[in-house]
């Protein structure tokens, strides 16, 4: 058996491990980064990056679609599905190699490989066995079914409905959460029938009820059919297409069903539960400073419990990087990580929500809701929606809440805003831009400080 080692092993090169490899080879330290298949990850090669591309796409098709509106005569004669891939192939291909020869410019040591925890602080990969000062497990999550639904054929989860080379004339989205969504927003541009099917009451049903409710209006405004608090019962499909039935008795047909309801970790097999690490159902637990009941080993991105999110993987890498280099990092509660569903239209928030505050502060919250509608580049992009922030009274905005098309570039301010715990007159003194969406933000922020300009007090 062969041995090596390094201040750091990594395991797993999504944006948890490549994150905290970056940071740490800055700081100096060694670091070999093992993983079996792409470095990037689910995000760079079957998350993120992959669908925003077939949502800039679909944007592009709504835009040919109601060009008429705005005077420019277009059609739309359809989508080229394999077209779109490979527009959606070659940005995947360009951040790739731009990855590999960022990680390979710091000098962290790529093995390629299934790792497999083998003690406290050694991965088997393959013959050899990779030491670390401190191993970092960072092996990331899947997409997950539902008990006796199997995926196969037409049933399928994210990573099939990426590779589809055409556009299905009908889907049942199983699951209204974030990437459920997406994938709906997606086809219907795309000019599918599409039926989304959630459990909860609402879509997005972690998000403020006032954004979810406002993304279901807008999505029945696009002609999606949504069966909210109804639960999936079976499934079955044949050559014609896919039969789903519901607990109320509804049958449902289509050409695919997409199963998006939820991703579990990536754990199983991996050694961790003999080398005793605590965990709860596959989840990897960790303290706020990420640490196991290990010693120096740490775990970082979806294994861990909370929000699956690339940026929250980024930031935890990062954290360890500097933990381990001693250079005591802030800690950046979950509530607070930025949160943007990519639909049309989008949601974003951070921070608490108004029933959140509520139940932390009761009668102490004051909220205020700023309507897109008095927004010039809003009226200008024909889009609807509102900026919501929800304040303790007198004291700092705790939460912003977004819904309208591209609303998620204004998650940067909003997430600023919310950390540094400013209070409406903090931003309200400040300039916005105009005539842009971001003004909608000064806004709302000149409305709660009490001096509204183009809202009603
Ligand atoms: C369809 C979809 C859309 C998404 N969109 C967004 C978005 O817009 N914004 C956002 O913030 N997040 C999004 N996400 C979530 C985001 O992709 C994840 O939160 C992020 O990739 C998690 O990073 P990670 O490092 O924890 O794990 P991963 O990115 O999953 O990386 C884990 C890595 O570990 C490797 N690995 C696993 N086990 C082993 C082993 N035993 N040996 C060696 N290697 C191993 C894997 O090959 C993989 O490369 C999306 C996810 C999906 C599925």
Same mark, same amino acid.
């Given at each position: 058996?062969?041995?090596?080692?390094?201040?750091?092993?990594?395991?797993?090169?999504?944006?948890?491990?490549?994150?905290?490899?970056?940071?740490?080879?800055?700081?100096?330290?060694?670091?070999?980064?093992?993983?079996?298949?792409?470095?990037?990850?689910?995000?760079?090669?079957?998350?993120?990056?992959?669908?925003?591309?077939?949502?800039?796409?679909?944007?592009?098709?709504?835009?040919? !679609?109601?060009? #008429?509106?705005?005077?420019? !005569?277009?059609?739309?004669?359809?989508?080229?599905?394999?077209?779109?891939?490979?527009?959606?192939?070659?940005?995947?291909? !360009?951040?790739?190699?731009?990855?590999?020869?960022?990680?390979?410019?710091?000098?962290?040591?790529?093995?390629?490989?299934?790792?497999?925890?083998?003690?406290?602080?050694?991965?088997?990969?393959?013959?050899?066995?990779?030491?670390?000062?401190?191993?970092?497990?960072?092996?990331?999550?899947?997409?997950?079914?539902?008990?006796?639904?199997?995926?196969?054929?037409?049933?399928?989860?994210?990573?099939?409905?990426?590779?589809?080379?055409?556009?299905?004339?009908?889907?049942?989205?199983?699951?209204?959460?974030?990437?459920?969504?997406?994938?709906?927003?997606?086809?219907?541009?795309?000019?599918?029938?599409?039926?989304?099917?959630?459990?909860?009451?609402?879509?997005?049903?972690?998000?403020? #009820?006032?954004?979810?409710?406002?993304?279901?209006?807008?999505?029945?405004?696009?002609?999606?059919?949504?069966?909210?608090?109804?639960?999936?019962?079976?499934?079955?499909?044949?050559?014609?297409?896919?039969?789903?039935?519901?607990?109320?008795?509804?049958?449902?047909?289509?050409?695919?069903?997409?199963?998006?309801?939820?991703?579990?970790?990536?754990?199983?097999?991996?050694?961790?539960?003999?080398?005793?690490?605590?965990?709860?159902?596959?989840?990897?637990?960790?303290?706020?400073?990420?640490?196991? /009941?290990?010693? /120096?080993?740490?775990?970082?991105?979806?294994?861990?419990?909370?929000?699956?999110?690339?940026?929250?993987?980024?930031?935890?890498?990062?954290?360890?990087?500097?933990?381990?280099?001693?250079?005591?990092?802030?800690?950046?509660?979950?509530?607070?990580?930025?949160?943007?569903?990519?639909?049309?239209?989008?949601?974003?928030?951070?921070?608490?929500?108004?029933?959140?505050?509520?139940?932390?502060?009761?009668?102490?919250?004051?909220?205020?809701?700023?309507?897109?509608?008095?927004?010039?580049?809003?009226?200008?992009?024909?889009?609807?929606?509102?900026?919501?922030?929800?304040?303790?009274?007198?004291?700092?905005?705790?939460?912003?809440?977004?819904?309208?098309? !591209?609303?998620?570039?204004?998650?940067?301010?909003?997430?600023?805003?919310?950390?540094?715990?400013?209070?409406?007159?903090?931003?309200?003194?400040?300039?916005?831009?105009?005539?842009?969406? /971001?003004?909608?933000?000064?806004?709302?922020?000149?409305?709660?400080?009490?001096?509204?300009?183009?809202?009603?007090?």
């Amino acid at each position: 058996m062969a041995a090596e080692s390094a201040d750091l092993v990594i395991l797993g090169g999504g944006s948890g491990g490549y994150a905290c490899a970056l940071r740490a080879s800055q700081l100096g330290k060694s670091v070999i980064l093992i993983d079996r298949d792409k470095l990037g990850g689910t995000c760079l090669h079957r998350g993120c990056i992959p669908t925003k591309a077939l949502l800039h796409a679909a944007e592009v098709a709504d835009s040919a !679609r109601e060009s #008429e509106a705005f005077g420019v !005569r277009a059609t739309l004669d359809g989508i080229d599905m394999p077209k779109v891939n490979a527009y959606r192939d070659q940005v995947v291909g !360009r951040l790739y190699k731009g990855l590999q020869g960022l990680v390979k410019s710091r000098n962290v040591h790529m093995v390629e490989g299934t790792g497999r925890l083998v003690g406290p602080n050694a991965v088997q990969v393959g013959d050899t066995i990779y030491t670390g000062t401190t191993v970092v497990l960072a092996t990331g999550s899947y997409a997950r079914t539902l008990p006796g639904l199997e995926i196969g054929g037409r049933i399928m989860t994210s990573d099939q409905a990426l590779e589809l080379d055409y556009v299905p004339k009908s889907v049942i989205v199983l699951g209204g959460g974030v990437i459920g969504v997406e994938f709906a927003s997606i086809w219907r541009s795309f000019g599918a029938e599409v039926t989304v099917v959630e459990a909860l009451p609402h879509l997005v049903p972690n998000e403020d #009820e006032a954004c979810s409710k406002a993304l279901e209006r807008a999505f029945r405004k696009r002609g999606i059919t949504l069966s909210l608090g109804v639960r999936f019962a079976s499934a079955t499909q044949n050559a014609d297409g896919v039969q789903v039935g519901l607990e109320d008795g509804t049958t449902l047909q289509a050409d695919l069903l997409l199963v998006a309801v939820g991703r579990g970790p990536s754990t199983a097999g991996m050694g961790f539960d003999e080398q005793g690490i605590t965990m709860d159902r596959g989840w990897v637990l960790v303290d706020d400073r990420l640490r196991t /009941n290990l010693p /120096n080993v740490y775990a970082v991105g979806d294994i861990t419990p909370g929000l699956q999110l690339a940026h929250r993987g980024f930031q935890q890498g990062i954290f360890v990087a500097e933990e381990i280099a001693g250079l005591n990092p802030e800690v950046i509660p979950d509530i607070n990580i930025p949160r943007v569903t990519y639909c049309e239209p989008e949601v974003a928030s951070v921070g608490l929500t108004e029933a959140q505050a509520r139940e932390q502060y009761g009668e102490a919250v004051t909220v205020y809701e700023y309507n897109l509608g008095g927004n010039g580049k809003s009226q200008i992009l024909a889009t609807t929606g509102f900026i919501k922030l929800v304040q303790r009274t007198d004291g700092p905005v705790v939460g912003v809440h977004m819904v309208g098309s !591209r609303v998620g570039e204004q998650i940067g301010e909003a997430q600023l805003i919310v950390n540094w715990e400013a209070n409406p007159q903090d931003v309200a003194s400040l300039i916005h831009a105009h005539p842009t969406q /971001n003004e909608a933000m000064g806004e709302a922020h000149l409305a709660l400080a009490g001096k509204p300009l183009h809202a009603h007090a």
